[in-house]
């Protein structure tokens, strides 16, 4: 028996933050239709066979008792008639023939529409998601995000797969069925629909509680993924302060709370078909016992008696499956809310219809009585007035809070500003489409993200249609071409995700070569220096000196190096800029500037 193991409080509030709760909304068919509006794509070829292929599956099965009760039975064997058996033979092996003729194309154009819509959902979504803001980002983990794009969708594939051409099947089926049923016999009909009220009374009682169920298993199968990426990329970390334990733990606890959710959402949906069978079982006593008496009496023939429990069969064989449908309707119900959750989100960064495209950018930047907050609570920048002008190299210091990062952030339009604006040459970048602003801008930040792939792809990321010598070049002006020239397969060495086989150092210089390839006007350095060497970092230096020549540069850094060459150096403090000047100004006014260079002097005397 599985037994949860019990966790550390402390480890469980450390993962306990989840942005994700079951969305208690009414089952509405209009977020369906929402849903069933990707099946437009399908519907000139793929959707019109599909349900022409039902249709055939449909007429068939309709016949066939008919064929076998009227014809055979009635006037066939009664009637010793065996030219007309034989003929009734035929037609149902035809039948039979056509019927699985139709039934196999029909499962292959719904496992390729199937298949297509989810392609389609998925694509939409994780394009979707590529456009929100970074406050999106902020609040929700990547293991979240990752089950909404993958498991949600997938969960959506049954549904596309069988669930909407066997709802329609079963549809077509259960109409004709009760049609022919009360030409058969109106009064046998009557008796054995007696239990459709119970039958009605109990999908209406699970309902609301099955899709329940399901939206709070996929919020526990998203935290356990969210749980999951976040262990492997921190796997280094939990290593290193032997948390390997404490760690297991935890997931014993999540994956336990999962292996629930899924259980309970599971016997829930389990008990809808065998109440459903449990009806079929009492119509069918009904129909034994009224269906004798009619026979009895006359008012039924032994032929159109078979034929009617052909036909019973066929009435409960729809409705058995309409229950596994509609747990499948519950289950896609439950992800497309998900799903729908993150397309309904907007980017609180938003382009203007009729955007402005920057062209022939200087990079004169100017922040306009500028104040910003990422939680309307605390303040990270307050009317703060800058100008920098194009091609100047300007340095941002101050301690960890100071409001560095946000001035960057402002720039390249990640966040917008709580007031004022931020200008480059004199267009509000409100006012400017976001793609036409980001080419202009090249950021490298201090964690440096590699992707999967060949060096010389990673250095292309950037500006994918520059040539190899391009590339090459890019990667000498940083000093990166000398040790990508070590490496096993060169330029077409192939880097593992995160660049894991690369050290800190190598990796920065790629993300160096990468921004410099892209030919921006305004280039961002964020603590971009601090993973390299000194010796590195001379090589960097008499490279930027060339290649920013011309450029606006920011540079956000700490080592005095990386910034005394600036030709103007902002200090901020809690968000508000209280001194700048060039190097030797800002010694000479001996203030905050003064005391930051001091003690980091002071700092590499001791080492």
Partial sequence: MLEKKKINPQVLERFQYSTDQVIDKPFNWKQMWRLLGYLKPYTKKLLPLSIFAVLITTFVRLVIPILIGVYAIDKAISGKDAKLLYGVVAMIALLYFLSYVANMLRIRWMNQLGQGVIYDIRKHLFTHVQHLSHRFFDQRSAGSILVRIMNDTTSLQDLFTNGVINLFMDMMMLLGVIAILFALSPELTMAVMIILPMMFFISTKLRKNIRRSWQYMRIKQSK??????ESIQGIRVTQSFTQEKENMAFFDGVNFENYEAWRIATKKSAMFRPLVDLTNAIGSAVLIWYGAHLIQTGSLALGEF????????MFWEPISRLGMVYNQL????ASSERIFEYLDEQPIVSEKK???VLKDVKGHI???????SYDEKRPALKD???HIHAGDTVALVGHTGSGKTTIANLITRFYDPTAGAVKIDGHDLKDVSLQSLRNQISVVLQETFIFSGTIMENILFGRPHASVEEAISAAKAVGAHSFIKKLPQGYDTQVEERGNILSVGERQLLSFARALLADPRIIILDEATAS???ETEIKIQEALKTLLNGRTA???????STIREADTIFVLDHGEIIEKGNHEQLIKHKGEYYRLVKAQFNMLKVM
């Fill in 224 to 229: 356990l993924n969210s749980h999951l990426n």
């Fill in 366 to 372: 100017v922040f306009d009585h500028v104040s910003f």
């Fill in 330 to 333: 519950l289950m896609g119900m």
């Fill in 384 to 386: 703060i007035n800058l």
């Fill in 354 to 356: 009729h955007a402005a």
């Fill in 532 to 534: 390299i060497d000194t």
């Fill in 306 to 313: 078979v034929a009617y429990a052909f036909y019973l069969g």
């Fill in 554 to 560: 920011i540079i956000i850094a700490h080592r005095l």
